[in-house]
């Protein structure tokens, strides 16, 4: 039977917005196709406005339906799977807010530490995205001592999904950790969805000159 869904994605190792839905339609066990659209690459953008009027990856296509965003195509997974978030309302709210808290801030870690899953480095990095990983690194704290699950609401959920990328760039940059939240990063990273991601990483070929010169 044909899949209804097809994701369209940037590149495995630089696409963090793509990897997020990826991890939950994954995770939800929704049959769906992945397409890559190597990115910077002449015509590139025209293939990505053919998809959204952004022009940005990633984009669900549900039948001849289109859904631009993550968090959109986040929801609309939580839709048919409910348990993508926690089932307490007190919980499944804060994972929202802490969801929404990605999905519009933390502009310095973005900027500062891009995620490249085949990059180590421990240079020094701007004081501004150490700052941004240290809120990170106590919200993270704060909410994975409420229970002795491994993630940041007992159960794996979208927000741990959100916070994939994030992990691996504090693997990537060496950025300071608590103990607490490296065992956190640990584990999302330890995911055996996440290593069949990172592997299609790091058999790719294409880069991005620029994103590989950040903190050189």
């Known amino acids: 039977m044909k899949s209804p869904l097809t994701l369209y994605i940037g590149n495995y190792n630089y696409s963090s917005w793509s990897l997020r839905p990826w991890l939950v339609l994954t995770k939800a066990e929704l049959p769906f196709k992945t397409k890559v659209i190597d ?24 039948g001849k339906d289109k859904i631009p965003d993550s968090l959109a195509i986040c929801e609309f997974a939580a839709k048919a799977v409910p348990n993508l978030w926690p089932k307490d309302p007190e ?36 004081q501004t995205c150490l700052d941004e ?30 916070y994939t990328p994030v992990a691996t760039r504090f693997a990537s940059y060496d ?9 956190y990063i640990s584990e999302l990273m330890s995911d055996l969805d996440f290593q069949n991601w990172e592997m299609m990483a790091f058999g790719e070929t294409h880069i991005l000159p620029e994103t590989d010169a950040v903190n050189r």
Do not use: C
């Open 39 to 62: 990115l910077d690459i002449p015509g590139y953008k025209n293939k990505l406005l053919a998809l959204s009027d952004a022009g940005t990856v990633p984009v669900l296509q549900v």
């Open 91 to 126: 919980d499944k709210k804060r994972a929202r807010e802490v969801v929404e808290m990605m999905h519009t801030g933390f502009e310095a870690v973005r900027h500062e530490a891009p995620m490249n899953l085949k990059r180590r480095t421990s240079l020094p990095m701007p």
């Open 133 to 162: 990983a240290s809120e990170i690194d106590d919200m993270w704290t704060e909410l994975l001592a409420r229970h002795d699950g491994p993630y940041l609401f007992d159960e794996w959920s979208i927000a741990d999904a959100f």
């Open 175 to 183: 950025i300071p950790r608590s103990v607490r939240a490296d065992t």
